[in-house]
């Protein structure tokens, strides 16, 4: 391990993108190597070893032989985005303050920026290849004394895929397993290197049995069918003692239902768009946006980066032209060449869209002072008990052409903040609590009062034209408005249903579309808008779905709600009768 080179990152210094990524920038299917990149460079005190990287991308066809049909025995000559993602694993460092095992005295390593590898790739684009290729570069060839490499995906028949390419890989280089003496002796489910008394094994996907190992290598298949992350957590929390430890895990997209999977694709996107914080995460994703022609060739080499090599055109062609006009085989087609998640209720807003929304991401940390006096309508989707309580105000444009504004305000129940921590890891509810994004009231179950205060200050701050309510939970909350003197004209009651809440969706919909509603970069409505889905009648008019989203899409139905009271307020100053929702 170096311990030197921290003169090469002096402070402040910047990193613009090398070449070999440079060329990639205009490329959306590149986003995540940008990013990468990008992310590395803004850590304190993090440098770049180009030697090191370029030694490792050299050697490679050296090391590794391709293992399957008319590769096997090929040289594996790095693809660009492998290459891209070698080169990023490899190459970006960072001072880490340690002891020395020998004096006890504090000491400096420079230690991988980029310690865990979240891969999401379609089908027959060699990632399993390319997964025991990595695998072995850091537990044979970085030649770690006591090293400790542990394979794993849903059971031990998924893991044989990866672990029995590594093998192939070895048998095929006669400097590791040729000779009297072979460096490498390989077993049924175990690798080991005599010369640094190192093991790699095949484990099963049970979490039972798996505590006390100290891995170094840690590679983890197919993500999507994973039915806990126990054994995940159990080998990672194994890596303490390793100075840097590194995982390895990759996999194609899966069904919607399989919640721990699914929770691992949110947040790499996460990591991508800057919701999730995971410096130590390299994510990487080719894969089909939402809205992208799923039979427009493009958006297959968009999702594909080794299309034409494996897989074929014709194979995909095919595979299109079966799937065209079979809801079931176009989902298979979705899921397995455009790594597209399938079965579960629609999705409703495009990510990419929403973040366009937000021309400043900070916007609703000021946007109250800078909006007082304006007029507003408000809408308040108020919990079942311990549940998330939105209210949004919506702000229509004084200018024709400029955007609706959106400012909302969620309240959770102190005692459930715990609950949620343990039920829900990804979702950073203290980061949003710390930065007031989310406000707690105490005890179990959302206190009302807090939300009847905010109401009038709202009214005192704000021309409140009408204040929208679901009356399934907010009897208590409505009538104590109305003992404290608001106006009961100004309170609309607004039934969850398609009657009262198809048009206001359509129009919301049509807005996000647009880039004319914007929400100001609120995180916690972003990860409802992240999370909300729609359901339709017989004539496709359709409503947020909330039955399928728990608590997850409260703000969403807010603004839509509040939308729906602009609306009919715009129909009111046209037409003389309106009937009031």
Same mark, same amino acid.
Request: glycine letters at 8%; a negative charge.
């Given at each position: ?19 070999? %990524? ?12 940008? =990013? ?13 070893? #180009? ?12 090391? &590794? ?10 040289? /594996? ?28 005295? @504090? ?20 990632? =399993?290849?390319?997964?025991? #290729?990595? +695998? ?21 028949? $998924? ?18 397993? !040729? !000779? ?11 690798? /080991? ?9 095949? %484990? +099963? ?6 505590? !006390? ?37 990759? +996999?194609? #997209? ?7 999977? &699914? ?57 299109? #032209? ?38 400043? @991401? ?45 400012? @909302? ?20 509810? $203290? ?18 009062? /807090? ?17 929208? /309510? ?25 039934? $969850? ?23 100001? !970069? ?36 807010? =603004? ?22």
């Amino acid at each position: 391990m170096e311990t030197s080179g921290a003169a090469v990152a002096a402070a402040g210094a910047l990193w613009p993108l090398p070449d070999w %990524l440079a060329e990639h920038e205009a490329d959306p299917a590149y986003g995540w190597a940008i =990013s990468g990149w990008k992310r590395a460079a803004a850590q304190k005190g993090a440098w770049f070893d #180009a030697r090191k990287a370029e030694q490792v991308v050299a050697n490679w066809p050296r090391w &590794f032989k391709l293992t399957a049909d008319r590769f096997a025995g090929v040289p /594996f000559r790095l693809l660009k985005w492998q290459e891209i993602v070698v080169r990023l694993l490899v190459g970006w460092k960072r001072p880490a303050d340690h002891i020395d095992p020998l004096t006890g005295k @504090p000491i400096v390593y420079h230690v991988r920026v980029f310690s865990r590898l979240l891969l999401w790739v379609p089908r027959k684009n060699g990632k =399993s290849e390319f997964l025991a #290729a990595l +695998s072995l570069l850091f537990f044979v060839h970085e030649r770690l004394v006591g090293s400790e490499g542990y394979c794993f995906a849903r059971d031990e028949d $998924q893991a044989k895929i990866t672990f029995g390419r590594m093998k192939s890989m070895l048998l095929k280089d006669p400097a590791l397993t !040729g !000779g009297a003496t072979p460096r490498v002796t390989m077993t049924a489910k175990g690798i /080991f290197v005599a010369e640094t008394a190192s093991g790699f094994h095949l %484990l +099963s996907g049970k979490p039972d049995g798996k505590h !006390g190992r100290m891995p170094q290598v840690i590679t983890g298949d197919e993500m999507h069918e994973w039915e806990t992350r126990d054994l995940e957590d159990n080998l990672r929390q194994g890596t303490g003692t390793r100075l840097q430890p590194v995982e390895l895990y990759a +996999s194609t #997209a899966g069904l919607k239902s399989k919640v721990v999977g &699914f929770g691992l694709w949110e947040e790499t996107l996460g990591i991508l768009d800057g919701t999730f914080d995971d410096p130590s995460a390299l994510a990487v994703v080719f894969a089909a946006d939402p809205d992208d022609d799923w039979q427009d060739e493009k958006v297959w080499a968009k999702a594909n980066p080794t299309l034409g090599l494996t897989p074929t055109h014709d194979y995909i062609r095919k595979e299109a #032209a079966k799937a065209k006009g079979n809801p079931r085989a176009e989902a298979a087609f979705r899921r397995y060449h455009l790594n597209q998640w399938v079965e579960q209720t629609v999705r409703w807003l495009n990510r990419d869209k929403w973040l366009a929304c937000a021309p400043d @991401p900070n916007a609703w940390r000021t946007r109250r002072d800078e909006l007082k006096g304006r007029r507003c309508c408000l809408a308040i989707d108020v919990s079942a008990t311990q549940d998330i309580t939105a209210k949004v105000q919506i702000f229509e444009p004084e200018t024709p052409g400029d955007a609706f504004l959106l400012l @909302p305000r969620f309240w959770i129940p102190r005692g459930t903040l715990e609950a949620r921590k343990q039920r829900d890891r990804v979702t950073p509810w $203290q980061k949003w609590i710390d930065e007031g994004a989310l406000l707690t009231t105490p005890g179990d179950a959302v206190d009302q009062n /807090f939300v009847m205060k905010a109401v009038k200050d709202d009214l005192a701050d704000f021309e409140v034209e009408a204040i929208g /309510f679901d009356p399934w939970n907010a009897a208590k909350l409505i009538g104590d408005l109305q003992l404290d003197g608001v106006d009961p004209e100004l309170l609309v009651e607004m039934r $969850q249903g398609i009657l009262t809440l198809g048009e206001p969706s359509k129009e919301f919909e049509r807005l996000v579309i647009t880039g004319l509603m914007d929400h100001g !970069g609120h995180p916690v409505l972003a990860w409802m808008a992240g999370h909300v889905q729609v359901r339709f009648d017989e004539n496709m008019n359709f409503m947020p779905a909330r039955k399928r989203s728990a608590d997850k899409i409260d703000g969403i139905v807010a =603004s839509v709600m509040a939308l729906g009271l602009t609306m009919a307020g715009e129909e009111a100053d046209k037409t003389p009768e309106i009937i009031v929702l």
